[in-house]
């Protein structure tokens, strides 16, 4: 059974600092997604990552995949309020996109 | 676009009864996608459907039918509703399953069985 687990579970940081956000799975895929929810909204697609090696950028946030570990990583660089919100990385468990397993989120608050 | 949208928003069933979480997209995508996500959890994926006519079970079907008779509807059925199904439902769809492509999810239904 595939499992996605995410570290830290909960971070609370403050404004100006960075931070990474680790996103471990058990099981050979060569694609991983990151989404943003926030509180009693929807999810938001951040990131696709296709590849050993991907590197994705927006704005503060840098994601990065390492199928060989079996790693993604999330990098948050000088952290704003705006930042706050629930990150899940997901798994997709098939050539085709018929089967997603999801992490169970990191919930991030940034603190002025 | 509108994009992803379901009905209803919040929905209150009392145990044994019966609903249709509705779910329409425009953007012309083949695949479609039903998860449900409890409290403080992440989304599990329930069905899931690769175009009309075409579905199949993902991680947690008990308790749920789908089908798919077009392109832009892919309606979720709850039978005999039980408390453990209380949860926020989310459909989402992408134009193919793989690469490049994300899924776009819709605002989501919140579902109390008491």
């Known amino acids: 059974e595939l499992k996605v687990e995410q570290n830290p579970l909960f971070l609370s940081m403050q404004e100006g600092k960075n931070y990474t956000i680790y996103c471990n799975y058990s099981?050979?895929?060569?694609?991983l997604y990151w989404y943003r929810q926030d509180p009693g909204k929807s999810l938001e697609s951040l990131f696709v990552?296709?590849?050993?090696?991907a590197v994705k950028q927006e704005g503060r946030l840098m994601a990065s995949l390492d199928t060989k570990a079996r790693l993604s990583t999330l990098h948050i660089t000088a952290a704003v309020h705006d930042l706050s919100a629930t990150y899940f990385c997901?798994?997709?468990?098939?050539?085709?996109?018929?089967?997603?397993?999801f992490g169970p989120g990191t919930r991030l608050s940034v603190l002025p | 676009n509108a994009g992803v949208t379901q009905t209803p928003k919040f929905r209150i069933l009392k145990i044994g009864q019966s609903m249709t979480l509705q779910c329409t997209q425009d953007?012309?995508?083949?695949?479609m996608y039903w998860y449900r996500q409890d409290p403080g959890m992440g989304l599990k994926l329930i069905y899931y459907?690769?175009?009309?006519?075409?579905?199949d079970k993902g991680e947690v079907p008990n308790g749920y039918n789908v089908s798919r008779s077009t392109t832009e509807d892919f309606p979720l059925r709850l039978e005999l509703a039980a408390p453990s199904q209380t949860s926020v439902y989310f459909c989402?769809?992408?134009?193919?399953?793989?690469?490049?492509?994300?899924?776009?999810f819709g605002p989501g239904t919140r579902l109390t069985v008491l």
């Open positions: 989402a769809s992408s134009y193919s399953g793989g690469g490049t492509d994300t899924q776009y």
């Open positions: 099981t050979t895929s060569d694609r």
């Open positions: 990552l296709l590849s050993n090696g």
């Open positions: 997901a798994v997709d468990l098939t050539p085709y996109g018929q089967n997603f397993v």
């Open positions: 953007m012309n995508h083949n695949y």
């Open positions: 459907s690769v175009g009309a006519g075409i579905t």
